[in-house]
């Protein structure tokens, strides 16, 4: 029996995945390195960090750069990313979301967030729904980022529920292959292609229904 759903935050709950793109692509520009939409997938899900390693490796710039200055450079688009989300508020729920929410807490399933951002608890205010969730993954506190497994396992673990009794919903390859691997039932949010690996995709947030995905999850 499902008891407790646990989601990815960027793209999934609300449209922040388009600033993350945004605030990458200046970054990227000012680097002279190319980034395109087809290259942002493979960020999605991934950290602060891992995402300008992996922007460098494309321009061919990994050793151009000291430990320090990349900290620099991770810092300037993150405050670059903030001001992008200040303007958030509940309105920015991306469709079907907020009923989503509201049936399962009717149906007292538990809720919990496995984001790989740091800004996540700020973002889920804006939103009005962080009182909604029981808990909150510390992106910090992990060992190894999406798609290793560890993050849905804490989300499992700080729901005090066993991984077959959650479901994980994910927007990037990343997270779906995390979710996979936590043995958790995983819920794509994206194009067929994108979303291939996930045992439940949808091409958008409005399509997740919860009588549907338990369903699925119960088959
Ligand atoms: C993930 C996003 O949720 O969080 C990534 O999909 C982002 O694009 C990552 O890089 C880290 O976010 P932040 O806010 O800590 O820089
Ligand atoms: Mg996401």
Redesign the pocket.
């Known amino acids: 029996m499902i008891k407790g759903f646990i989601f990815?935050?960027?793209?999934v709950l609300t449209d922040?995945?388009e600033y993350?793109?945004q605030a990458?692509k200046r970054m990227a520009n000012k680097l002279g390195i190319p980034l395109d939409r087809e290259m942002n997938e493979q960020?999605?899900?991934?950290?602060?960090m891992?995402?300008l390693e992996r922007i460098l490796a494309i321009g061919n710039q990994t050793e151009k750069y000291s430990v320090e200055e990349k900290e620099q450079l991770?810092n300037e688009?993150?405050e670059d990313?903030k001001k992008l989300i200040l303007s958030v508020t509940p309105n920015d729920l991306l469709p079907g979301i907020a009923d989503l929410l509201a049936d399962l807490k009717k149906e007292n399933i538990r809720l919990a967030l496995a984001?790989?951002?740091?800004?996540?608890p700020v973002i889920m205010e804006k939103l009005g729904i962080a009182d909604l969730f029981d808990t909150v993954v510390d992106?910090a506190s992990l060992a190894n980022g999406?798609p290793d497994p560890e993050i849905f396992i804490k989300g499992a673990e700080q729901l005090q529920l066993k991984t077959e009794e959650c479901v994980g919903v994910e927007?990037?390859q990343a997270?779906i292959e995390s979710i996979n691997a936590a043995g958790i039932f995983s819920v794509g949010v994206g194009t067929k292609e994108m979303m291939k690996n996930a045992d439940y995709a949808v091409s958008d947030t409005s399509e997740l229904k919860l009588s549907d995905i338990l369903k699925k999850a119960t088959n």
């Open positions: 990815d935050l960027d793209g922040t995945a993350h793109y990458w960020l999605k899900g991934i950290s602060r891992d995402s991770a688009k993150n990313y984001s790989a951002s740091k800004n996540g992106p999406k927007d990037a997270g």
